[in-house]
């Protein structure tokens, strides 16, 4: 009798699809993507146009990302990894191939952004966003402005430093200022940016990857590691107190990729919102909101000129030949781990 009624519900799912188990899929996208990301008036115009709801959790970090993708009970169509992540991602098969044709706005992707050692052919990935990770700074604190990773090493500054709270980027302005790349792998290198990061976090107050620019817009701490398109928007709030810098040394050149994971139940939903955000006009609908960078290079003639014009959201070469991209460091990433426990736990 039991295995009469389930074969009945299944049938009967298959009848209603307007109505109960598929209209409630096919009216639904489910989003895992960063936080500040998204202006809530896009998402609204999205449902409006199409009728499709959309629900969305965030994440501050990419590893946290792979860590829902890998336990298998994750419910998203649309995900937003880094460079590195989309390579990991897509060697687990965690994400699946991207048909180009299906996304009627590819076109309006600015081609230098195509084509990446970390997705060849882009496969797995559409571009989103693009930046720096560096030093937001108050100005009346450091009146002669910052130019170096050491001032998040010097104790003067104790208690009033934050980081954020993601192991490769913080691994990152370690390895830099010790002069190396970004995506050392010698463990003996790795134990001696440790041993540095352990030192700082006596200086650090937070560790924090969503609410950075915010906390250094408030006062609480006068150097903020972070990402430049949300450190720009407070400092566009605040120009005379607030700044940013790509130190000397270098730093990380991250992009931020749209991607479908391969167990999505939405993906003609999925299709619908990529080709969506990537109109010109939304597609700078949303950058003025959040202050990032996007590849979209339709979309500039409607971007605010500020924002264009703003070297912190878009940095000249000069700043992006300094910086890296962060790759996947194969086994080692095991070490990056243990490391970064051992710092946190102290």
């Given at each position: ?259 479908i994971p391969a167990k999505s139940r939405n993906v003609d939903n999925a299709y619908a919102f990529l080709s969506f955000i990537m109109e010109p006009e939304i597609n700078a609908k949303i950058v003025n909101a959040v202050s990032y960078a996007s590849a979209n290079k339709a979309a500039k003639q409607f971007i605010d ?42």
């Amino acid at each position: 009798m039991k295995r009469l009624f389930a074969i009945l519900t299944i049938a009967l799912c298959g009848v209603v699809m307007l109505t109960g188990c598929g209209k409630r899929q096919r009216n639904v996208l489910n989003l895992f993507i960063w936080s500040a990301y998204l202006p809530d008036e896009v998402l609204a115009e999205f449902t409006h146009r199409t009728g499709i709801r959309v629900r969305y959790d965030t994440y501050d970090s990419n590893e946290a990302l792979l860590e829902k993708l890998q336990s298998g009970v994750a419910d998203y169509d649309i995900v937003v990894p880094s460079d590195y992540m989309v390579q990991i991602l897509s060697a687990e098969g965690l994400i699946q191939e991207i048909d180009h044709s299906r996304i009627s706005t590819w076109g309006h992707l600015d081609p230098k952004f195509l084509n990446k050692d970390f997705d060849p052919d882009n496969k797995f990935s559409m571009p989103y966003f693009w930046g720096t990770t560096g030093i937001g700074f108050n100005r009346q604190k450091f009146p002669d402005g910052v130019d170096s990773w050491a001032v998040m090493f010097d104790p003067a500054h104790a208690g009033r430093i934050l980081m954020l709270d993601d192991v490769r980027e913080v691994f990152s302005v370690a390895l830099k200022y010790l002069g190396h790349s970004v995506n050392e792998t010698d463990p003996d290198i790795l134990r001696k940016a440790a041993d540095l990061l352990k030192q700082q976090k006596r200086l650090v107050r937070t560790y924090n990857s969503g609410d950075f620019h915010n906390i250094l817009a408030s006062g609480d701490v006068d150097l903020a590691h972070g990402y430049n398109g949300q450190l720009a928007e407070v400092i566009a709030a605040a120009p005379e107190r607030l700044g940013y810098v790509v130190p000397k040394e270098g730093g990380v050149f991250w992009m931020d990729s749209l991607c479908i994971p391969a167990k999505s139940r939405n993906v003609d939903n999925a299709y619908a919102f990529l080709s969506f955000i990537m109109e010109p006009e939304i597609n700078a609908k949303i950058v003025n909101a959040v202050s990032y960078a996007s590849a979209n290079k339709a979309a500039k003639q409607f971007i605010d000129p500020a924002i264009l014009q703003d070297e912190a959201i878009y940095p000249p070469d000069d700043i992006i030949d300094r910086c890296e991209f962060l790759e996947d460091v194969g086994e080692a990433a095991t070490l990056f781990d243990r490391l970064w426990t051992e710092i946190k736990a102290m």
